[in-house]
């Protein structure tokens, strides 16, 4: 077995089963480096992950193991589910059958990577692109050097505890736009023994995935993208991007998602890769591209008729747009620039919308109800001017999510001050008064991050929000009370005939119903048809692909 091996682990077990890009992103940087890499994907053997653990380091010592944790828990207000016991176990199972060092990181880890190295007992973690400093710590390990001089490694040392090392070249304040490479193509593979499969992954998943850019210069209140991938947008050249396109298509993957913040923010740059799609299109009638269906995030704005037909001619099937609200007085302040200025409207919404339906591109809009101000009138408000849109499918979340380091996570802290308990705080699983103690007043940033995600006493206590002026907030509230009263409106505003086209959030006895992604019956019911794209483009058909699975 080679002396330069290093080991990359999916620890994933939800399904529909979501390509790891990660994976593929470190295999590049770790290969260009000189390093051998396998990956141990258990998405694919989630019955037998034990097994797979045991046999795979039987006969294999690498210098390092690095985890991808994608997601910490299913962010769904109705369920909250937490996806870090089962994370832990396969790490524990790793460290039985390895002495490797372990590293963690990814987007959900991101949010919290203090905390988590603590609660995962690893070595090391990276908040953030971790392609550049994986190849550091692993060509670090491999010299027999002190990680300590990895500029930005979260390091866990029995003596200082879980801090990290200094980022003298300023890195993290530059937006980490140097941490990404975005001069060279991301090897894609299929059918290659220990790489991510990604075939495999648009079989049972329904799409493979692409980056375009790294990072997001807005400051949305509720999200956690700029500060856990970067405040800078690290824009890859197009024609990189668009030679990953075409490997993709190429190995059958035809339906590929955006995994930018937005795909519309940075517009220009956004043209550009498009205009390469259509220009290798045009100018080769044998492209795999010609079987590019692309799926893509966006906000309402910038989107004009120019970007629309670009779309439409590079293969867009699909939009979904998250405008979040309709009313002015709830987004000022919250769907934001870096500036702290608004830069849509609902017109915005309306006009992408009649765009995407007039070059034959579907559309799903995504309201966030449940936000600071929101009250019975302003949601009613929303869902009736949604339901006006000439939209494919609309969908409604009831309730918000709250990370340590996004602006409302950090605001509710000021407000709590780990002494006032804030009305519309919850949890599910709460058992006394969410109080969250701002970072200036905590020991450091484990401690900060943890009650964002566990209870004093160390059980998970995600922390969600819901607007106090709703109809519960008229009654006595406890941490745990769950919003129904508002969720049943909710139900009952959308109308019978349009609930075929709506995804609305939903609870136990509410509804057969569920559109939570994390092992939903509907999406199963999906991959195990075959069907393709993103899953919202199906939802009108549901109830017949449902019976059809069944039959």
Not at 245 to 267: P, R, W
Request: proline share 7%; net charge negative; hydrophobic share 40%.
């Amino acid at each position: 077995m080679s002396p330069k091996l290093v080991t990359l682990v999916n620890p994933n077990l939800v399904h529909p089963p979501i390509t790891p890009y990660a994976l593929d992103i470190l295999t590049t940087s770790l290969e260009a480096a000189g390093f051998d890499v396998e990956v141990l994907d258990l998405t694919l053997r989630r019955e037998l992950w034990r097994h797979a653990i045991a046999r795979f380091f039987s006969n294999r010592d690498p210098i390092l193991v690095g985890v991808t944790i994608r997601n910490t828990d299913t962010i769904y207000p109705q369920e909250q589910r937490v996806f870090l016991d089962s994370h832990r176990d396969i790490i524990r199972a790793i460290r039985h059958h390895s002495h490797a060092p372990i590293v963690a990181g990814g987007v959900g880890f991101s949010s919290m990577p203090f905390a988590l190295v603590e609660y995962f007992g690893i070595e090391f973690g990276v908040k953030g692109p971790g392609e550049v400093t994986i190849v550091d710590l692993a060509s670090t390990l491999d010299k027999g050097r002190a990680p300590t001089t990895v500029a930005g490694l979260i390091i866990n040392d029995p003596v200082l505890g879980v801090h990290q090392a200094p980022q003298p070249d300023g890195r993290a304040g530059l937006g980490r736009v140097s941490l990404v490479n975005r001069s060279t193509p991301y090897a894609r593979r299929s059918g290659v023994p220990r790489r991510v499969d990604n075939l495999a992954y648009y079989r049972h998943g329904g799409l493979g995935n692409i980056l375009t850019k790294n990072g997001c210069s807005f400051a949305c209140t509720h999200c956690v993208e700029p500060d856990a991938k970067g405040h800078q947008f690290a824009r890859r050249a197009e024609t990189a991007v668009v030679d990953e396109m075409e490997s993709l298509t190429a190995q059958g993957v035809h339906d590929l998602h955006t995994t930018d913040s937005e795909f519309n923010l940075n517009i220009a740059h956004s043209k550009a890769v498009l205009r390469e799609i259509i220009r290798r299109k045009e100018s080769d009638a044998s492209s795999p591209l010609h079987q590019l269906r692309l799926w893509i995030y966006v906000q309402p704005a910038p989107f004009d008729e120019e970007y629309a037909e670009l779309l439409a001619r590079a293969g867009c099937a699909g939009i979904n747009v998250a405008p979040d609200h309709v009313r002015d007085e709830l987004l000022d302040g919250w769907k934001v620039s870096a500036k702290g200025t608004r830069f849509y409207t609902f017109d915005d919404v309306r006009r992408l919308c009649r765009l995407a339906s007039d070059h034959g591109m579907l559309t799903m809009v995504e309201a966030l109800l449940g936000m600071p101000g929101e009250t019975e009138h302003t949601m009613r408000a929303c869902v009736d001017a949604l339901q006006s849109l000439d939209a494919t499918v609309v969908g409604y979340t009831l309730g918000i999510r709250v990370f340590p380091y996004s602006p409302l996570g950090q605001r509710l802290a000021e407000t709590s001050g780990g002494m006032w308990t804030v009305p519309g705080l919850q949890s599910n699983t709460a058992t006394e008064p969410i109080l969250l103690t701002p970072a200036a007043k905590c020991s450091g940033p484990v401690e900060y991050e943890r009650q964002f995600m566990f209870a004093p006493s160390g059980d998970f206590r995600p922390v969600y929000y819901f607007s106090p002026d709703l109809p519960e907030g008229r009654g006595r509230l406890g941490p745990n009370t769950r919003w129904l009263t508002s969720l049943q409106l909710l139900w009952d505003w959308v109308p019978d005939n349009e609930r075929h086209r709506v995804m609305l959030p939903t609870a136990p006895g509410l509804s057969q119903e569920d559109n939570n992604y994390a092992d939903n019956p509907f999406l199963l019911h999906l991959t195990i048809l075959g069907y393709k794209g993103a899953y919202w483009s199906h939802w009108r058909q549901r109830t017949a692909i449902i019976n059809t699975a069944v039959a």
